[in-house]
Structure formats: structure tokens, C-alpha cells
Nanobody, 116 residues
Framework: EVQLVESGGGLVQPGGSLRLSCAASGFTFGSYTMKWVRQAPGKGPEWVSTINFGGLITSYADSVKGRFTISRDNAKNMLYLQMNSLKPDDTAVYYC?????????RGQGTQVTVSS
């Protein structure tokens, strides 16, 4: 069974930092591209970042470029998102997601709230 479990969200002041984690299981993690997406209240899903299976190729939405860093540890089946210089507009539920041969999977999400 494919499982993606996000953690690390919380309440942070503008300008602060958080590190999100995603624990993956049930598939060969190191063989697949992984993504972070987010969904703010009342809005549709927004792609945040992608990392290739080897971790050497990354891409970011313009809204987070220069502030967020995606990484992965294939030995631990873990995906990360380091978020710095957080803004109120970053408030959302953050999901890790991947596309496997059997379909698209995502976790339950972790809430990030940026507020003073």
C-alpha cells in the first residue's frame, strides 16, 4: 500500500522558517519524481516544487523560488521542503505527491499558517 505522510507544519510568524517532511512507503521511492503542492483556503491546488528521482534536478514555482528548497533522502524514503522567509500568502495545506504507474498519490497534508 502506497503511503505518504506529511509532517512539520505549524503556525509561524512572517519571515520565519519551517521544514516539512514526507515519509513515503509502499513503493520504490528512489525511482520516482516527487512533488510538493499546496492548497490555500478557498483556492485550488498550487504546484510548489518538484525533485527528480535522483535529487539532482529541482524546480520551483515563481512564488517560492529563492525561499523554498526541496530535497530528498532516498536511503530513508523521505522528502523535505525547507521553507524560509515565509509570507502570509504561503498559508495552505501542503501535500507531497507522486505519480506512479498505478495512479497519483498524495498524503493527508500538513497545515502551514503564517501569521503574526
Amino acid at each position: 500500500e502506497v503511503q505518504l505522510v506529511e509532517s512539520g507544519g505549524g503556525l509561524v510568524q512572517p519571515g520565519g522558517s519551517l521544514r516539512l517532511s514526507c515519509a513515503a512507503s509502499g513503493f520504490t521511492f528512489g525511482s520516482y519524481t516527487m512533488k510538493w503542492v499546496r492548497q490555500a483556503p478557498g483556492k485550488g491546488p498550487e504546484w510548489v516544487s518538484t525533485i527528480n528521482f535522483g535529487g539532482l534536478i529541482t524546480s520551483y514555482a515563481d512564488s517560492v523560488k529563492g525561499r523554498f528548497t526541496i530535497s530528498r533522502d532516498n536511503a530513508k524514503n523521505m522528502l523535505y521542503l525547507q521553507m524560509n522567509s515565509l509570507k502570509p500568502d504561503d498559508t495552505a495545506v501542503y501535500y507531497c505527491t507522486t505519480n506512479l504507474w498505478s495512479g497519483t498519490y498524495r498524503g493527508q497534508g500538513t497545515q502551514v499558517t503564517v501569521s503574526s
